[in-house]
């Protein structure tokens, strides 16, 4: 693992943070203001260098990073006019270019809008000081928002590629790591909190993920899963199953799954978390429009940050995965056949009377305390 040097100026991603005090009053967490700044503006390469001993989270053995490992990091493969992470190589099926980088600052706006501009639910507290990892932390704007929220907290973000800025609070660490490999955190190194958000299509072994969660947890600390059941559906019967928005799902959801990668693991949340050890598991639906066709006006707004964010993500799941379709699955499709496909599915997005809606799980438990 490599870490990407802390900086100490001030935090990028434009939400101003603050505790909640208008709603869910028993509960003391993660609410952030909304702000309608470009957070994708602030995206930055970091700079990759060796772990310092004095401020590595991950002790002596993970600060060992070579250079030419540190070189490779950024040698970023190119395809069909997108990059890709180059650390494990196809192991994400989606690019980590800027196109991409803006589209998970807007799902992160999607997600803090539909959380009713929460970062968490679990129970901290407002003083909250403890230590906090997020999973494959994609652009490490999840935790540069909760490290502005708490700066007395210590805050990382792993992940496979180093996407990060490196104009962040004191308090956040960014580290690359495969997290489906064995963590090398020492038992000192425990979190209080671990995040985890937005893995669908990501990861191989869920179960394995949730029992390595579990294990560098501190007893009375918690957990949080907020992930989605990629499956589009309609309430009201007017998704057409023959229209390319379904089909684009049926195809790369399947397509994906042959792959190894579930890419509905929200509605699976609850049992992993439960049978991790997990106890206290509280579970949240929330429905995620896609266009602006609600009535209602926070659906609908609801709705157009998921269209936006849809609109920039489909390219990167066509290409990753239907020009990787073996042929008896009707692949590989060519990058023309995907470009005529994503045409057709923009429009399908665009088309108010297709109701269309995903199913967003938001789940968090805590560690007993013995
Ligand atoms: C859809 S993005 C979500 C990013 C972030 N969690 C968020 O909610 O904004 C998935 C992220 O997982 C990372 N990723 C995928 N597989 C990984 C792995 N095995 N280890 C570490 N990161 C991984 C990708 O590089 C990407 O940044």
């Known amino acids: 693992m490599a870490s990407t040097e802390p900086h100490t100026a001030p935090p990028t991603s434009g939400l101003e943070a603050q505790h909640p005090d208008a709603e869910n009053t028993s509960d003391t967490s993660g609410q952030v203001l909304d702000d309608d700044d470009d957070a994708a503006s602030s995206q930055v390469q970091p700079e990759i260098t060796r772990a310092d001993d004095t401020d590595s989270a991950y002790g002596d053995e993970i600060s060992t990073y070579s250079a030419s490992v540190r070189s490779s990091i950024y040698d970023y493969p190119e395809r069909y006019g997108r990059t890709y992470h180059a650390y494990k190589e196809g192991r994400y099926a989606l690019p980590a270019d800027e196109a991409e980088l803006d589209r998970l600052d807007i799902h992160h706006h999607l997600c803090l809008r539909a959380m009713h501009n929460r970062l968490y639910f679990a129970p901290l507290p407002p003083d909250f000081a403890g230590r906090v990892l997020d999973v494959a932390t994609g652009t490490g704007i999840w935790p540069i928002d909760f490290a502005d929220m708490h700066p007395a907290a210590h805050v990382i973000?792993?992940?496979?590629?180093?996407?990060?800025?490196?104009?962040?609070?004191?308090?956040?660490?960014?580290?690359?790591?495969?997290?489906?490999?064995?963590?090398?955190?020492?038992?000192?190194?425990?979190?209080?909190?671990?995040?985890?958000?937005?893995?669908?299509?990501?990861?191989?072994?869920?179960?394995?993920?949730?029992?390595?969660?579990?294990?560098?947890?501190?007893?009375?600390?918690?957990?949080?899963?907020?992930?989605?059941?990629?499956?589009?559906?309609?309430?009201?019967?007017?998704?057409?199953?023959?229209?390319?928005?379904?089909?684009?799902?049926?195809?790369?959801?399947?397509?994906?799954?042959?792959?190894?990668?579930?890419?509905?693991?929200?509605?699976?949340?609850?049992?992993?978390?439960?049978?991790?050890?997990?106890?206290?598991?509280?579970?949240?639906?929330?429905?995620?429009?896609?266009?602006?066709?609600?009535?209602?006006?926070?659906?609908?707004?609801?709705g157009v940050i998921n269209l936006v964010q849809m609109d920039k993500a489909i390219e990167g799941i066509c290409l990753g995965v239907l020009t990787q379709l073996p042929p008896e699955a009707g692949g590989p499709w060519s990058w023309e056949e995907v470009q005529g496909f994503l045409a057709d599915i923009k429009k399908d997005m665009r088309n108010k009377r297709f109701h269309s809606l995903y199913d967003f799980f938001v789940v968090h438990g805590q560690k007993p305390e013995s």
């Open 157 to 302: 973000g792993n992940d496979l590629a180093p996407t990060q800025p490196a104009m962040v609070p004191p308090n956040v660490h960014f580290y690359i790591d495969d997290v489906e490999q064995d963590w090398n955190y020492a038992a000192h190194e425990a979190f209080d909190f671990i995040h985890v958000r937005f893995l669908a299509g990501s990861i191989a072994d869920w179960p394995n993920l949730l029992r390595q969660c579990y294990a560098h947890t501190k007893p009375g600390g918690y957990v949080e899963f907020q992930d989605w059941n990629t499956w589009l559906y309609s309430q009201d019967g007017t998704l057409p199953p023959e229209s390319a928005l379904n089909k684009f799902h049926q195809l790369t959801c399947a397509g994906r799954h042959a792959q190894g990668f579930n890419m509905m693991p929200g509605p699976h949340l609850e049992k992993f978390v439960k049978d991790a050890g997990f106890v206290d598991v509280q579970v949240r639906k929330i429905h995620l429009p896609l266009g602006p066709w609600p009535k209602d006006k926070f659906m609908k707004e609801i």
